[in-house]
């Protein structure tokens, strides 16, 4: 007989947020939305400021231009993903990055050495408007930095919302697999 067990006291926490995770973004791209995972495009702008303070800093005009051009590519994707709300997302990423010093210096001063997420799971785009998700799993709440991560958003003139989702494990006496089926087309794949 299977029982309900609580994802939270079974150590599923993880498991079941990454379920989540995967369940909204497809959610998000049946709506019509183009869906970016936040940190990918915020690594964008990490490596972004990265190669800009190694080009000011170069001595050599060719290592100058090899940067100049990587700038340029970066800066041409997230254009491609961001349109005219690019610079508005520039600042939004200084704001953000702000924010996690002000999060990180609270942590450590508390004794917290543990990094917590105060970002958002993804970034997503329909027609002209740009959304920053995050994805809440059953009755995960945001926390206060999250709170604060919410609100830069807005007053960079973006939209934010929390997409809630309810995740149920089952755990039971016994585990059955079933035959998996050739998705390769013909043979024996």
Do not use: C
Request: hydrophobic share 35%; aromatic share 12%.
């Amino acid at each position: 007989m299977a029982q309900k067990s609580s994802w939270k006291t079974r150590g599923f926490t993880n498991e079941v947020g990454s379920i989540g995770e995967k369940v909204a973004k497809k959610w998000l791209e049946k709506k019509g939305y183009t869906v970016y995972f936040f940190q990918d495009i915020m690594g964008l702008f990490a490596y972004l400021r990265m190669t800009t303070t190694r080009m000011n800093r170069r001595r050599k005009k060719e290592y100058m231009e090899k940067d100049r051009n990587i700038i340029q590519k970066i800066e041409e994707s997230l254009i491609g993903v961001f349109g005219q709300n690019y610079r508005a997302m520039k600042k939004f990423d200084e704001a953000m990055r702000q924010l996690v010093k002000k999060e990180e210096e609270t942590r450590l001063a508390q004794g917290i050495k543990k990094k917590r997420s105060i970002g958002f799971d993804f970034i997503a785009r329909k027609n002209d408007n740009i959304f920053f998700i995050d994805v809440k799993v059953n009755q995960a709440e945001l926390r206060k930095y999250q709170k604060l991560s919410f609100e830069i958003v807005r007053e960079h003139g973006f939209n934010a919302m929390v997409l809630r989702l309810n995740v149920e494990i089952t755990i039971g006496n016994k585990i059955q697999f079933t035959k998996p089926e050739n998705v390769y087309g013909e043979g024996n794949g």
